[in-house]
């Protein structure tokens, strides 16, 4: 038996060999020696006893024996030789009782490099063997900045507490995400128990992915398998058979597709700017008119929470305005039930149409999308990738350059205040636009920032009232609906009392209104079909879905100068983020006179120079915060572990 085993790997090696040839590649393995330096090598890290992935052994630490083996490590060299008798040795008692020598190798980029045990390795990677035990010393690559070295370092970063070496993604923020659906925090160690259960779990699901044509994609079975994962939990994800697995993959595969694309995003900056049907659309006749149900899920109360009441005005609003053509329903404390069972029994009441209005909602808007891809579900958060659910966000950033604007010319002392809720993906953007207004009049103006998903809105603003700061921009809308509206919008302080100036205004029923527009005249399903990428629409002034409301006590000139300002930003005269910027640490962003594009505004993880204050630490943040940055946080306010510093040998990796 051992021969036909050495006979089929001969044939398997020639054949690899050939194809290499005909491609113009190297037929022999990849060799460390030739790329990494001896005094590079030296200075590895001790991992220790490993469990390698076999399939992530792709070369051998010496030139010694690079001619015996083919690029697929199978064996190369004719049956009758030495070499040929001691593999089939190893092929025998591979069969018989399991190879247990561990093997010596070097890894660097997570790909193995073997200094003892070539012949071991071709044997197992000839029975399709899963993982092999050796010992092992990590190579870290210098810090380039290049976007797969930093990946690696977040793999660096992860392991240290997983020990998992055999899950790799294509996305920078992947590992941390995955901890996140896990339930764990950044620097949170596995037991071995864990190790072993997510392993199982890995392979199996690895096997529904090959099923579904995987090997085909790009993207890795960790992509896959983190979508997964952020659809249905990892908890049904382990206690679901491989069959099943399969099917709910082939549900969410053009959401695996996605992963592959560097850019998976496609922002919809303007209802003007997207197509409409085709000719054919508007002469076919349309099917009689029916009341279409439309569902609003929150999160609270519109009685208990600001931000649900303004959704609430706006399921109000198209109530009027569609009248006998639409019949609305909202669906109060999703959270604190099941959110997935509330958007079911809206599905189960007959809505068509359902909005999900906080981030928080995502991950059971996006289970309920795979599952009912005929419900048009769209979430109220920003900057997600993902296929099946559109969501919808404002940009905000637009009205707080013009508080911030107005704040800097106001202001006596050049000291600002803002109080943000969380560092979410566009928090960031209108903190920072707020002081570059602010600067824009007064380039002495300093804007000191403060959390309220740390301290509460109220401690916040104390906390920067008791810096002798007069001018407070605050929550875009009020935090309950019997308050003194005092806790939002930009106010001056008068002794104990708090003026309100102006503003922000999100214009739910607008948006809302135009979205079902679009999906009576067919516009929004054109632009799934049309597309392959995620949709985020994310409107701004010039769609009429923010706007600013003063108040009395703004000064008449204030105001002038604040709608000269929206008259320019909605038609591109006035741009909030021209380049260049400089953020707290001084670095340069962007050219000269240009504007920042709508990706970088939203992926914004830093502050810039004029703020006086820093993005919080994930375990600062209160429950909800935590929460509400797990569902949309900027990198920054996840907490990664330190994949920023450089590991040094004799560290614990």
Not at 399 to 406: C, D, N, S, T, Y
Request: with cysteine; net charge negative.
């Amino acid at each position: 038996m051992p021969d036909a085993y050495y006979r089929e790997a001969l044939k398997l090696a020639q054949k690899e060999y050939r194809s290499c040839i005909s491609k113009g590649k190297s037929p022999c393995l990849p060799v460390l020696d030739d790329f990494l330096s001896t005094e590079k090598t030296s200075t590895g890290i001790d991992l220790g006893l490993v469990q390698i992935p076999v399939d992530q052994i792709v070369g051998t630490k010496f030139r010694g024996r690079v001619n015996a083996f083919a690029p697929n490590f199978m064996p190369i060299m004719e049956e009758g030789c030495e070499f040929a008798q001691k593999w089939k040795h190893l092929c025998q008692a591979h069969v018989t009782e399991g190879i247990r020598d561990p093997i010596k190798a070097y890894e660097y980029m997570n790909r193995f490099y073997v200094e003892e045990g070539n012949k071991r390795v071709s044997v197992m990677k000839f029975f399709d063997a899963y993982n092999i035990a050796g010992n092992v010393i990590r190579i870290l690559p210098e810090r380039t900045g290049e976007e797969e070295v930093e990946l690696y370092y977040e793999f660096v970063a992860f392991y240290k507490y997983s020990k998992i070496n055999f899950i790799e993604f294509s996305k920078r923020g992947s590992y941390l995400k995955l901890q996140k659906a896990l339930g764990k925090e950044a620097d949170e160690e596995w037991s071995e128990d864990e190790q072993k259960e997510f392993s199982a779990v890995y392979h199996y699901f690895m096997q529904a992915y090959i099923s579904n044509g995987g090997e085909k994609l790009q993207s890795t079975v960790g992509d896959a398998m983190l979508s997964y994962i952020q659809i249905y939990g990892y908890y049904e994800l382990k206690n679901t058979e491989t069959d099943d697995i399969k099917k709910n993959l082939s549900r969410m595969w053009e959401d695996v597709i996605l992963k592959e694309d560097e850019e998976p995003i496609e922002l919809k900056l303007h209802p003007s700017q997207e197509k409409k049907p085709g000719v054919l659309s508007r002469v076919l006749p349309s099917p009689a008119p029916s009341i279409t149900k439309v569902a609003f899920i929150y999160d609270g109360t519109p009685e208990s929470s600001g931000w649900n009441n303004e959704h609430e005005k706006g399921r109000r609003h198209i109530q009027r305005i569609f009248d006998d053509k639409i019949e609305t329903k909202a669906y109060p404390n999703a959270m604190d039930i099941d959110p997935l069972a509330v958007i079911e029994q809206a599905i189960d009441d007959g809505s068509k149409i359902i909005f999900t209005t906080t981030p928080r909602l995502l991950q059971a808007s996006l289970r309920a999308a795979v599952e009912h891809p005929d419900i048009v579900i769209m979430n109220c958060s920003l900057n997600k990738s993902h296929r099946y659910i559109r969501t919808y966000y404002t940009r905000m950033y637009e009205a707080k350059f013009i508080l911030g604007a107005i704040a800097g010319s106001m202001t006596d002392s050049g000291k600002l205040g803002y109080v943000c809720d969380y560092p979410i993906f566009g928090q960031i953007a209108g903190i920072n636009a707020f002081a570059l207004g602010a600067q824009m009049v007064n380039p002495n103006a300093k804007v000191y920032l403060e959390w309220s998903a740390i301290k509460g809105a109220q401690e916040a603003a104390q906390a920067l009232k008791g810096q002798d700061i007069h001018l407070i921009s605050s929550q875009d809308t009020t935090r309950f609906l019997y308050d003194d509206r005092n806790s939002y919008g930009l106010s001056c302080i008068h002794g104990d009392d708090m003026e309100l100036l102006a503003n922000p205004v999100w214009k739910w029923g607008v948006y809302y209104e135009e979205i079902l527009r679009r999906v009576f005249n067919k516009t929004l399903q054109y632009e799934y079909e049309n597309s392959n990428k995620a949709l985020n629409y994310y409107w701004g002034m010039s769609a009429g879905v923010v706007d600013i409301v003063y108040s009395k006590s703004l000064p008449l000139a204030s105001r002038r100068f604040a709608d000269l300002l929206k008259e320019s930003i909605i038609h591109n005269v006035c741009i909030p983020f021209l380049t260049p910027l400089f953020n707290q640490s001084g670095e340069k962003i962007g050219e000269e006179q240009k504007s920042l594009n709508l990706e970088q505004i939203i992926n914004m993880d830093y502050l810039v120079e004029n703020v006086i204050g820093s993005i919080p630490k994930y375990e600062e943040l209160s429950p909800m915060g935590k929460a509400t940055v797990d569902m949309a946080g900027v990198e920054k306010s996840q907490n990664a572990p330190s994949a920023n510093t450089e590991p040094k040998a004799g560290d614990e990796i």
